[in-house]
């Protein structure tokens, strides 16, 4: 009887004010006249370590210099890829674009620390309010370099002019040999492969025109390869550098590698482009790293460094020839003096989302510090190739962006943090800024970049 009444009081105290473990461990729950309620556990050691991130100085940066503003500008594009694998607005309702008043007010304090804008994923060029911005920041922040990402549906002759005068690096996404694989592996629509086509023609004849160094502008390319078109690697480098391309992209659809273990044939096109990758060393760069579909970027290298390179010779004989006269250092040299003429930012540009900097004896991935790449709802990250695990909204204040804050938050300090200790959490396995380059060779080659752009 009394263990009861025991019981039941105890019982009842605990209806009016309790706290104990959810079943699983992972939430506190706080019971307080009956009502439950589920809030994280409070994790003192978690605690401690975001007090020591927060208020460790050596975190700190203020609002940085040289900003790689990357922003999805606008959330809809005029193409319908297959291997599309971003959230691209299909319904009217989704379009979003990027506040006019951030673009206008808030960015304002960004814009003088930023040296490479690049607006990606949707498609800048297929709204009026794309071009207004990029002339606005033509105009007012002429320093800014511009990577412009398009698969070149409306990249019609205004746009054309306002990249040329504007020296952006232009990159077309054109993902086929010819219209029949644009059908089988883009999109079925009919004509969209010819006015790629014409489009990317007509930029280059308007930079070739102007001269001067402006050629040195022809735009990169890159094509995403699968089990349909891997057979076509030669044949798209073979196209691109009989145009003067000096820079291509071999991507590899990802809906494909996920699903399935490397096969032959995506092995067959990775292997390709980093034989014509070696085999045009100095003349043309044959970028297969980005997103390849292996994490054993290594072993592949391996194995074509193997063969011996006459014979490779031999079997690109014919883009070898096309290239004869190509100098990816000709090219950087005569693109920096342009820069430099036209009041550019000269920052070594190593690329969009690779930025390396030296830490200790090597070197670590520098997105951290310096990176934003941003969606139209205001989710945010340091990488477009880790998730966005923020959200821009939290740190507007009196009608203003706290960008101290924001550079400075437990997000970024965190991932500072990590880089330093080698430790890339969220980051793709295969990501080439992993690889840490000695300190040495890194002065080697930025001095020599420098020397030569
Ligand atoms: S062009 Fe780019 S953003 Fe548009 S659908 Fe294709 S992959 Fe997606
Ligand atoms: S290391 Fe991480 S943050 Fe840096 S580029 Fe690669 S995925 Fe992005």
Redesign the pocket.
Known sequence: MRAGLKNHLKKTVKTIFSIGNSCDKRHKVITILGLKLKINRLNLKTIIEEYKIMHDKSLYIGIPDNITLQMSFNNY?????K????D?AQKKEDKQIIPEKWLYKYFLPLYPKTSILVPT???ITACKEGYEYLSFIDKNYHHINIFIET?GIAFDEKWAQLASDNLMSVHF?INATNNDYFKKT?WEKDGVYDVIQKNFNRYIEILRARGGGFESFIPSVSCVFNNINYETVKEFVKQYVSRGVHVITCYYDQHEFFCTSLGYKLEEAFITAIELNRVLQGKVLVNYKIYAPTNDIEKYEAIVDAKDINVLKEKYADILELANDMNLDDIFKKQRELRKEKGKNLEPLMGITFHQAIYGDHTICHNPWSHIRLRPNGDVAYCAWSPYLLNLKSFIKKDNINWKEFFNCLYYRRARKNFKNDCYENCRQSCPALRRIPKEDYIAVNKEYREIL
């Open positions: 594009c005029n193409c319908k890829c291997f599309c694998f971003e691209i994923y949707g498609e698969n996404s883009v």
